[in-house]
């Protein structure tokens, strides 16, 4: 097996977060029709790619000889990580920002079989292909270069991934306040009137809710935006029609600044 050293790992993972985030935004964007940054940061890069390539070459190395037991652990590999790392984000931010359930032999949205598979073939590419190029780029710089390229990088990244997390997060409570008030004014409208003092008190009260939400969506910044539209067909069961709200309140203000 191969033997790295730290440098040349980390390296190796932006590489293939980068080559991710190429693939995932040229796929996208040619589906919507329009450039869609994807990805969870700001910055070019898809972590899964990067975590996912180095699982592929940790699970495979070791058995680079044989191209079936190369498949079946990087694919294997690979979903596995999908898998938890789908679990993880939908647990800690209540959004689905990818989804199977309409593929067939799908576990609960999280993996499919056809993904899967394709996870293996990407495994052989990566394995006899393409890292051998990746490899190339690290071996070219000296030891204190790539000290050096890695650090800025990494904390590039590292700021990066903060600033997208604590977005996300708060991106769950805008979208917890939203299905509030969304509630409530649907609750208001239902009420009862049996006079005209009760009716102005509720239409203010309605109009007060509104106008909260109305804050809300000129409050996003542009990390709000940007996680948004990087992920178009993300879904929450349970924020599902404040998530609309949101691409609507996105895609109306970009309507109006043009």
């Known amino acids: 097996m191969t033997s790295y050293s730290v440098s040349q790992w980390l390296l190796f993972f932006y590489i293939y977060c980068f080559i991710g985030w190429f693939y995932e935004s040229l796929k996208v964007s040619l589906e919507e029709k329009k450039f869609v940054n994807r990805g ?119 700021a990066d991934s903060f600033y997208s997390i604590k977005t996300a997060i708060n991106l769950k409570t805008v979208l917890l306040r939203l299905t509030e008030l969304k509630e409530d004014v649907e609750q208001i409208v239902t009420e009862k009137v049996e006079n005209s003092e009760v009716a102005h008190v509720i239409l203010e009260k309605s109009a007060t809710l509104k106008l909260e939400s109305q804050k809300i969506f000129s409050k996003l910044t542009f990390y709000h935006r940007s996680l948004i539209k990087a992920h178009p067909k993300a879904t929450s069961s349970k924020f599902s029609e404040a998530l609309n709200e949101l691409r609507l309140a996105i895609t109306n203000v970009k309507k109006i600044s043009k």
Not at 69 to 83: D, K, M, P
Not at 125 to 140: G, R
Request: glycine share 6%; charged share 15%; net charge positive.
């Open 40 to 158: 969870f940061l700001r910055i070019p890069f898809l972590p899964i790619y990067g975590f996912g390539a180095l699982v592929m070459l940790i699970s495979t190395l070791w058995v680079k000889e044989n191209p079936t037991l190369v498949f079946i652990f990087g694919a294997l590999s690979a979903s596995i990580l999908e898998y938890f790392t789908g679990t993880i984000m939908e647990f800690i931010f209540k959004v689905k920002y990818w989804d199977y359930s309409k593929v067939k032999y799908n576990i609960k949205g999280r993996i499919c079989l056809l993904t899967s598979c394709l996870w293996g073939f990407f495994t052989l590419l990566l394995m006899y292909q393409l890292h051998e190029l990746v490899e190339k780029v690290a071996f070219y710089f000296s030891d204190i270069g790539l000290i050096i390229t890695v650090t800025i990088i990494s904390l590039i990244f590292v």
